[in-house]
Every structure is written in C-alpha cells, then in structure tokens.
C-alpha cells in the first residue's frame, strides 16, 4: 500500500524566513509525484509534477526536488500570500488509472 | 481552457436524508473523473473514479454512490445520510497519461 508522510504538520515562518516542507513517500513503483496548494475552504491547486529521482521544478518562489524516498518543497523568502496548505501526493504503477495517494498536508503560515 | 464546477458549495443536511453533489467538466471530452472527501486532520480520501460513462469504481465501501450520466457530469449520492459523511468533497479530472488531478471548488456538507 503507497503511503505519504509530510512534516511538520504545520509550520509558521517570518515574511523572507526561506525552508522546506518534506514529504516521505513508500510506493510499489513511482509513476509521479505531485505537490498541491491548498488554500482554505478552496480545492487544491496543481503546483507541480516530479518523475524520476534528481529531478527539480520551480515556480516563483517554491521549488520542488525529488529523491527516490523523499520530496521537498523548498519556499526562498516566503511572502504571507504563500500561506496555505501544501500537500504531498504519488501515484504508482499499481492499476491502470491516475489514483493519487495524499498525505496530510502542512499547513505554513507566513507572518509579515 | 478546461474548468470544472462543483454545486452546492454548501451544504447542510440531517441524518437520514438524501445527498446529491454534481461535479461538471468544461472544455475537454472522455476525462477520468473522480471524488475525493477531505476530513479534518485526515488526507484526501478518493472515494469513486470514473473513466467513462456508466463505469464507475469504488474505491471505499461506505453508503455513498456515484453515478456519470454523460461524459463530463459526475454525481455524488446517498440516499440515507450519516453523520460521518459530514466533510469537503471535491471533484477532480485528468485526462492523459500526466496523472496530474485538477480539482474544483468543492462541497462542504455538514450532517445534523
């Protein structure tokens, strides 16, 4: 069974306070990685996709980086607009169909 | 562009009545369609995938049904509900091989 763990669970950061969010992840064959943001009350948003291990994406601010047990989401001088939930999901070979395995997100909060 | 619509956005409902969340997809044709429920402190949970009309799969036995009358309209239903069914669903597409979930604005129902 895939499982996904993110920590912390939640974290507060100052406005330019730069860190990573973590996702550990166990799956029978990776077919992606994904990372969301979520915002309150709202549907999760695509950020991005990882494939293979060594493999980085960016955008704006947060960059993804993948290895071949773990994910991290990096935020460079977070601003308070970044504040949201982040979540963490893989998909693996195991059926014929897109069936994401999510972890439990983390909550970031950034003060100004 | 594609865009997906989720109704009612709110939703409050006593135990034993019926339930009915319609989920439709815009600008795209055959999506696998899907139904997620995120409950407090917990991950998304993928309830039903559909990968086209009338074939739906369950993935958590509970007493929820879906059904996918045409290609892009994806309904949640419950004829007698719990309050356990209380919590964020949301509706999500991909097409293609990308794995990638786009999701709408979810539902947020509160069972009395």
């Known amino acids: 069974e895939d499982q996904v763990t993110q920590s912390p669970e939640a974290l507060r950061l100052q406005e330019g306070e730069s860190s990573s969010l973590n996702c550990s992840y166990t799956?029978?064959?990776?077919?992606?990685l994904f990372w969301y943001r979520q915002d309150p009350g709202k549907g999760p948003e695509f950020l991005f996709t990882?494939?293979?291990a060594g493999e980085e994406k960016e955008k704006e601010r947060l960059k993804a980086t993948l290895t071949k047990k773990e994910s991290f989401l990096h935020i460079t001088a977070p601003k308070p607009e970044d504040s949201a939930t982040y979540l963490c999901?893989?998909?693996?070979?195991?059926?014929?169909?897109?069936?994401?395995?999510f972890g439990k997100g983390i909550t970031l909060s950034v003060r100004p | 562009s594609q865009t997906i619509h989720q109704w009612p956005a709110t939703l409050v409902q006593p135990v034993g009545s019926p339930l009915s969340l319609e989920c439709t997809v815009e600008?795209?044709?055959?999506?696998?369609l899907y139904w997620y429920r995120q409950a407090a402190g917990r991950g998304l949970q993928l309830l039903f995938y559909?990968?086209?009309?009338?074939?739906i799969s369950s993935e958590v036995p509970q007493n929820l049904s879906a059904s996918r009358p045409q290609d892009r309209q994806f309904i949640l239903s419950s004829k007698k509900l719990l309050l356990s069914d209380s919590g964020f669903y949301l509706c999500?597409?991909?097409?293609?091989?990308?794995?990638?979930?786009?999701f709408g604005e979810g539902s947020r129902l509160t069972v009395l």
């Open positions: 999500a597409w991909t097409k293609g091989s990308s794995g990638e979930l786009f």
């Open positions: 799956v029978s064959g990776l077919r992606g």
């Open positions: 990882l494939y293979s």
């Open positions: 999901a893989v998909r693996s070979y195991t059926g014929a169909n897109s069936k994401l395995t």
């Open positions: 600008g795209t044709s055959n999506p696998n």
């Open positions: 559909s990968v086209g009309i009338g074939q």
